[in-house]
């Protein structure tokens, strides 16, 4: 998997006449036949899988599917624990690049512009970046993205030039 390409989000962080953008995980192979504005994909992407006790999975399989449902599809992949342990397969929602929600690479100055403008339901598109930006480089000392980066690093520019503030 490497985490490379954008979908739009049009229930979350945008709407249909203003798509905002999320990040999406894509299978190598999908992304080798992308024109990506960065140099290489990471060989591997960090993330967390939560194991959810027998009871509750069809409650949270059914929340998730609506809440996941504008732009993604289900799949299975293994997930190698950063502890060492046993790997697990695991279910991930991507947004594949057949989807009609698949945004792709984008000119980063223009994605972050794009991002600083939107917002949707669940709140401003800047505010789930920061978040995911956040939450990559505290999941291990190797977890940094640097699309993640370099695209937040962009936008708090954006947001200071504006409103002479930053986040």
């Given at each position: 998997?490497?985490?490379?390409?954008?979908?739009?989000?049009?229930?979350?962080?945008?709407?249909?006449?203003?798509?905002?953008?999320?990040?999406?995980?894509?299978?190598?192979?999908?992304?080798?036949?992308?024109?990506?504005?960065?140099?290489?994909?990471?060989?591997?992407?960090?993330?967390?899988?939560?194991?959810?006790?027998?009871?509750?999975v069809s409650e949270v399989?059914?929340?998730?599917?609506?809440?996941?449902?504008?732009?993604?599809?289900?799949?299975?992949?293994?997930?190698?624990?950063?502890?060492?342990?046993t790997p697990?397969?695991?279910?991930?929602?991507?947004?594949?690049?057949?989807?009609?929600?698949?945004?792709?690479?984008?000119?980063?100055?223009?994605?972050?512009?794009?991002?600083?403008?939107?917002?949707?339901?669940?709140?401003?598109?800047?505010?789930?970046?920061?978040?995911?930006?956040?939450?990559?480089?505290?999941?291990?000392?190797?977890?940094?993205?640097?699309?993640?980066?370099?695209?937040?690093?962009?936008?708090?520019?954006?947001?200071?030039?504006?409103?002479?503030?930053?986040?």
């Amino acid at each position: 998997m490497v985490m490379s390409g954008d979908s739009g989000s049009e229930d979350h962080r945008g709407t249909p006449e203003a798509p905002g953008r999320v990040v999406t995980l894509i299978e190598r192979s999908y992304w080798e036949k992308l024109t990506d504005h960065h140099d290489s994909a990471p060989e591997k992407v960090w993330g967390v899988a939560y194991r959810i006790v027998p009871e509750k999975v069809s409650e949270v399989k059914e929340y998730l599917d609506i809440r996941e449902i504008n732009g993604y599809s289900i799949h299975y992949t293994p997930f190698y624990p950063a502890d060492g342990s046993t790997p697990m397969e695991t279910l991930v929602y991507i947004g594949t690049p057949d989807n009609e929600q698949f945004v792709g690479p984008q000119d980063p100055q223009k994605l972050a512009q794009h991002i600083l403008n939107s917002k949707g339901p669940s709140g401003l598109n800047r505010d789930y970046l920061y978040g995911l930006d956040t939450a990559l480089n505290e999941l291990s000392p190797d977890s940094e993205d640097y699309h993640v980066s370099d695209l937040a690093q962009r936008v708090r520019a954006l947001e200071h030039s504006v409103n002479g503030t930053s986040s």
